[in-house]
């Protein structure tokens, strides 16, 4: 028996690829075990966003080394794969496989070679006009389901390393796209998050010509579908018609990841971001103008080469005035190949901390007000799961904030009574930072 395991690092583009991974394998005759100890074929799906995410992996592959040769393959994919290429070989003489994102399609190609004995297989060709389109995936929530719609990024930022690992922008046709979210209506999913690294920049190929905001609202009309998702956004090709869109159908979640990076236009302008602090905020004004409540959330990086103290307030200033839901906030990270290299002016680790925490304490306090707005209305939340410490149901609202609920007539979950996947209206009661917590507002009978 052919047994694998997979490890996942990163973005939700690779936790839906490694989906795909596994459909394939499974596909092939392949078991998935859940102990690397166990299996045959020792795959990573590595991230390299930042340099903390990269040096992961090589601390994984170091764990276990010593099991290499007695059977046992290891493979590294994803990112840090197409970044470090068969330099991975020099690092971790035991690994067999290397393969970017952008060789995927090639996957049960590279499996058949190493099958066959080959000692070394890669895939690291970026120019690509295809996408990793596979009838295998093997999804790992049975509601929730994420269809890729374009894969790669054409983007330049000056810090991303995203561009050299993931290849040119490339789109799938709307006919599959509406295809696969119709297959998995009728399979039973309800939600479906809608997946590119710049999903804005959308095209379809076919002569039906759709943008993104078209797919947004062709996706939300598919039956069966109680929620569209999508992630993640580039203010610069974030248009109006995707608010439009939100607020004609509420099937569309009420929220948009909109990653600002930083608030000085100086700053964005170095990042070669392509919008400036104005035309950002004119994109938040459309979205606060929406009839309805949609939440905003975003990335920010402190610590970018050059930032100083009075661009760092900036940011500041911006944040407060969004009053942002949740922040992702990173400190910079020099990245290979990145333009952002040839800045001299770095700002130490100790400043970079420091930025990063005042960032956070402020965005603390703004989450706990936006919050506590909550308290006593009544929410939709899609149950996603139970904690058993807590005894609380865990959900998530169309805004995407965990709301943790009591179910006073199940306690415990029992076979055949669980609410996990159900859409249920919960009162609000209390609210914390980063999350809500409340009891069902009304007990229809659980089916
Ligand atoms: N250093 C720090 N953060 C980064 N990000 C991307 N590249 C870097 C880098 N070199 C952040 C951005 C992006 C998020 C996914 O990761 O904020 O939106
Ligand atoms: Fe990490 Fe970016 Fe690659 Fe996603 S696309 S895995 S965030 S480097």
């Given at each position: 028996m052919k047994t694998f395991y997979i490890e996942t690092f990163g973005c939700q583009m690779n936790a839906h690829d490694s989906e795909k991974v596994v459909g394939t394998l499974l596909e092939k005759g392949y078991t998935q075990v859940e102990e690397p100890g166990q299996a045959h074929l020792v795959l990573y799906n590595t991230c390299s966003i930042r340099d903390k995410a990269e040096q992961k992996v090589f601390s994984r592959l170091q764990q276990f080394?010593?099991?290499?040769?007695?059977?046992k393959v290891f493979g590294v994919l994803g990112c840090v794969a197409q970044q470090e290429g068969e330099r991975i070989f020099d690092r971790?003489?035991?690994?067999s496989l290397v393969a970017g994102s952008a060789s995927y399609t090639r996957l049960p190609d590279m499996l058949v070679q190493l099958e066959a004995g080959n000692r070394r297989v890669t895939g690291?060709?970026?120019?690509?006009?295809?996408?990793?389109?596979?009838?295998?995936t093997r999804r790992d929530n049975p509601h929730r389901a994420y269809i890729t719609i374009i894969e790669g990024c054409d983007k330049a930022c000056a810090y991303c390393v995203v561009p050299f690992t993931r290849g040119p922008e490339r789109s799938r046709t709307s006919e599959s796209v509406i295809r696969e979210a119709r297959s998995l209506a009728e399979l039973g999913y309800t939600e479906i998050q809608l997946l590119g690294q710049n999903v804005n920049s959308y095209r379809d190929p076919s002569h039906a010509g759709w943008d993104f905001a078209r797919l947004l609202a062709e996706t939300g009309?598919?039956?069966?579908?109680r929620r569209v998702r999508f992630t993640t956004s580039h203010p610069r090709d974030f248009v109006r018609p995707i608010v439009q869109a939100i607020d004609e159908n509420e099937l569309l979640c009420d929220h948009v990841h909109l990653p600002v990076q930083s608030g000085s236009s100086e700053v964005l302008s170095r990042m070669q971001r392509l919008y400036t602090r104005d035309e950002y905020m004119r994109r938040i004004e459309w979205i606060k103008n929406a009839r309805r409540d949609i939440a905003i959330t975003t990335d920010i990086i402190v610590g970018f080469p050059g930032e100083t103290e009075a661009e760092f307030e900036a940011t500041l200033r911006l944040a407060e005035e969004v009053e942002y839901d949740s922040m992702f906030i990173f400190k910079y990270s020099k990245r290979p190949k990145t333009s952002a290299l040839q800045y001299e002016d770095h700002i130490p680790e100790e400043e970079k901390t420091r930025r990063l925490m005042v960032l956070q304490e402020r965005q603390r306090a703004t989450q706990l007000r936006r919050n506590a707005a909550y308290i006593g209305t009544v929410q939709e939340v899609h149950v996603e799961g139970y904690n058993l410490a807590t005894r609380q149901w865990i959900g998530r609202t169309t805004q995407n904030k965990t709301l943790n609920f009591y179910e006073p007539d199940l306690p415990v979950p029992a076979d055949g009574k669980t609410l996990v996947g159900q859409y249920l209206d919960v009162l609000v009661t209390r609210s914390g930072p980063n999350s809500l917590a409340g009891e069902r507002a009304a007990s229809p009978p659980v089916q």
């Open positions: 080394k010593r099991e290499a040769g007695r059977g971790a003489p035991h690994v690291l060709d970026l120019n690509t006009t295809e996408t990793f389109d596979t009838p295998f009309k598919i039956p069966g579908i």
